[in-house]
DNA sequence: TTGTAGGCGTTATCAA
DNA sequence: TTGATAACGCCTACAA
């Protein structure tokens, strides 16, 4: 009885193979207790009919691909949880991809996704603006694609992003009426989809307040944990700019580090505002001032727009590009 | 060309299909130039394998489920990170579930990977000492589980945790050295394996100075955030606790939160320490101390006792019991 | 080194 | 309401 199948309990039950496959797809065609009959067997005999084979007959997997560049980041954690919600719901599996922000990664991700493994794929890319070909691969092959957050202008996929260019505007704008006049940027890809949307913000803000742009206050920084704290740490003691707006909260946290460590306070003598959707800023030393998107929910809208697709009759209906508002905490960090 | 498959590909190139199917699968009966060929015009027209007809031929999935009770959450997140590098260094696929530490939905994932979805899962439990039959018919099924910090001591899988028991008793004993007289223990369910190892310490070192165990002080709380931070206002409040020794990071930001609210100052009224892998520890007001367990080497290690028993000769080897030790860090909250 | 053919477990179509 | 059957795409034993 180890490898059971339905051949087999179609035999122990003497019925044909069909019947006990209707049992298992909510058919109508089939006498209710028949069916109880079978499913009441199949639980005791421990028995789920094989998903590979259900799978390789329907060319369905039931299955999508989320594509993060990192998980140990509130905002993405958060993003997931939003997207497994709807998953779950409709009884999708979810596989999980981690880029490390790395391009090529996402490359070769995307290019083994391309054998049916998923139905459907919803990323946050990773990439800058380089050859987009292999995405282009999945639209051949009908698997629907959604973007959140980091996108890909030039890729006309249906997209979830929070209003990063006047939340920037904002954010920078309140640097500037708190007293900031050498407002750094910190930036991980400054020439990225939201690396450049958020710059903008920042620009416009300088711009309308009348202070001269400067170059060497638009830092880019990098994956690694280390030279972002020596870039940071030079930034400070070097061109010492008097508030700090960083598109990603783990800049912050550098930020952070090597103000303890080269006695600068904050909020005195440098003021920070960062993206962050870390649930505790409020319980940093001093607390963070966050532009705090709305992660959940934007992975839920991913996730229903990525079913939407799956689900539509016209393959040929425009791509959705939906815009959830961030919010702004002003706390001690920029006061 | 759109539904292209390795007999297509075949007839295409006038070879067999099983010619093909040996370019894909690192054959040595193949001659290298008919390799090359093949696998040059599969690149070309953006062709792979359908993983789920292979699936279901070989009964093998290369795909693991890593089954966590949170995502928001360091430790889990970093854990993930782990379990995610040796996966994929195998070629593995990962499926994600997240239980919200409720138990029903533990039975009801592990009941649905029954079919042969997975050829391994990755689990941190989140049951209390239930019925545990539905982690027994995996074993009937031949499908390997590996346990990772939260573990259920009655079944025999392999197991990858801290040495908790000594932590937490060190934590504590160094909470006395400061001072503190009355100090609480905050758990999520104290009755569960690391709930119970934790509490175990706790007690031991408070027995070793002398220190009467006054079961008041043993908090249980919940899943919910709000209804967390009652009882801890009613416990800081009513029972008045000079040092707090909590067993999840998410109880100590609660207890941050309510002695903000309360005017209790960290560490003069009440000192506290955790068990936490949080990142940006040092950056809390003030700086937390923690117990930090190596979380993404756990998760390397949990992945790699799984994969030991999904490659192994000897399926009837015993479990392995790994232990990784965590580590204390005194700041601030408890000086 | 290459080809032939059967079957992995399921489900949809068609017939009864 | 039920049953027989072919097909989903791939891989491997066996034959050549």
Redesign the interface.
Known sequence: M?NINIKKLAKVLKISTSTVSRAFNGSVDINKDTKERILAFAKEH?F??????S??RDKK?K?LA?IVPE????FF??A??GI?EVARKKGF????Y?TDDIFEKEVSFV??L????VDGIIMSVSGEANDHNYLK?LE??NIPVVFFDRVYEDIDVSKVTTNDYESSFAATEHLIETGCRRIAYLVVNKSVSIGKVRGQGYLDALAKHGIPFDDDLVIDCSQEEKINYSIIKNVLEEIKPDGIFSSVERLA?AT??VC?DLNISIPEDLKIISFSSL??A??????LSTITQPAYEMGIKAATLLFDELEKKNPAAPKKQHVLKSKLFIRKSSM
């Open positions: 180890d421990n789920l009919p094989n998903h590979y084979a799978n390789l997997s299955t989320v998980i140990v980041n509130d954690a958060q997931i949880n497994e599996y979810i596989l999980l981690r290019n083994y391309n054998n049916g493994k691969k051949q092959k946290f952070y580090y303890n649930g505790i409020p319980l940093l030393c001093p607390a």
